[in-house]
């Protein structure tokens, strides 16, 4: 053991000036039995407190959702022998997952204890205490058992959360293309027509012969940024074969940095990116905040590679300038380049997204589902797409029919509030409100460009949002004719796809609403 192990911790010693009297004997190794570390050397309060100890550690370095399905209240201290310690779980189902992680379970044991060891991890539903007092021995012919491999309700709703894990919370180190992500099954809408589009410009044409050399997409998490750094690295390999594209995320560039600084080849890795790859991308590039090391070396290889022309694209969760943590040469340098956000997906598109998502994973459910699961699900696309996993894995594992009642219980959307209808109204008094023009202004028959606009932006959301009749919007935009409706629609659905400005300003309308 190492001398630096906190006895004193973990133990009730009530002396402390006699620790290394009462312990001397025990640290000789060669005495059996007498191993500090056997679990006859704690009670159940000591190994409660390594317990969660460990789980502390742990909370801190996995996902929080896999943190909270597979570790909370759910792994638990058994024993503590020589070289060895044993956890238990809950299911057969949960061991699986969590063998997983026996690598971060022994990184926690060696902060917690300081020493390295055997991580064995156990379910109770394969081990119990078995009585055996009492008894005679049993020969072979007469011994019996059973092993159920039946899947308890326990282990069937593990495995659902398993799978819906998996898909919210991909493991993000190590990435690698995805073939399946490409910009053929990429939804575009309002949200993010004008990503989608340089995206698709920069895979065409990348580098300097390009329009934009360097690119910057940020939004919030969930909403695809991701998925098109995939589908230009698949573009790029269709179209340019030649090219070396380099995905990676910050938090594994700044990895290979410190290792490779470590062996004194520093060197390679500045050269591997400025001489070997045409095209880098990295992930989450705000996680390089307040390293101040790994920044030096990005922004020598920012330059360098941006000076001979090649392909640089960023995705982060905040503009360039709402980085905290990074000098401004480096902000300067993205905001350089073309910077371009990816909004929340209207209701529109977030059902396109489920019948895109359905069709990938051989699942139907009716339109009556799609919609309410659109409806309460608006913020995060990896959430939406879940949504469905979860529930095709419901029925598959449990045998039951997906219905409206089934969703509500699955998806938690028995206690939402019920949505608010959206009436003409409704609609043209926030359009009204975001454009800072007076409702009767749209309704009259001025001709001010402001006003049109404005006015064409909530006959548009009318028929889109509500669904409502050209008559009705006719109506009451101070009773037009339905054909002039018809144009404003019109007018609008197409400048939208090409006009971001247009594109945010609808979209927060509808998120307003």
Known sequence: MANDFPFDHFLKIGNKSNISTDLAPLTNQSAPGNDIMNSSSFEQEELNNINNEVLTH??????????????EHNLELK????????????????????????????????????????????????????????QAPKSINEIKFTLDLTPTKEDQIAKVQSQYIDHIAPNQTGISIDRQKTFDNFIVGPNNNMAQAVSKAVAETPGKNGKYPSLYIHSNSGLGKTHLLHAVANEIFEKHPSLTVCLTTARDFMDEMISLMKVNKINEFVKKY????????IDDIHELKNKEGTQDQFFHVFNEMYHKGKQ????????????TGIPERIKS????????????????????????????????????????????????????????????????????????????????????????????ELITKAAAQYYRIPVPDLKSKGRSQDITKARHVAMYLCRKIANAKLQDIADYFGGRDHTSVMHAVDAISTKVKNDSQLSLDINTIESNL
């Open 58 to 71: 742990l909370k801190a370095i996995l996902p929080e959702i896999k943190f909270k399905t597979y570790f």
């Open 312 to 323: 640089l694209i960023f995705t982060s969760d905040k503009r360039p300038n709402e980085i």
């Open 79 to 134: 024993s503590i022998d020589e070289g060895k310690i044993t956890f238990e779980v809950k299911t057969s189902f949960i061991k699986k997952s969590v063998d997983q992680y026996k690598d971060e379970i022994c990184l926690s044991l060696r902060n917690v204890l300081g020493s390295d060891y055997e991580v064995v991890i156990e379910s109770k539903d394969l081990t119990g205490p078995v009585n055996t007092k009492n």
């Open 274 to 281: 400025t001489e070997k790859i045409d095209v880098l991308m």
């Open 333 to 424: 340098r993205f905001q350089g380049g073309l910077v371009v956000d990816i909004q929340i997906p209207d209701l529109e598109t977030r059902i396109a997204i489920l019948r895109r998502k359905m069709e990938d994973i051989d699942l139907y459910v009716n339109e009556e589902i799609l919609t309410l699961i659109a409806s309460r699900i608006k913020t995060n696309i990896r959430e939406l797409e879940g949504s469905l996993v979860r529930l095709k894995a419901v029925s598959e594992l449990m045998n039951v029919e997906i219905e409206i009642n089934l969703v509500r219980e699955q998806l938690k959307l028995t206690n939402s509030e019920p949505e608010k209808e959206i009436t003409i």
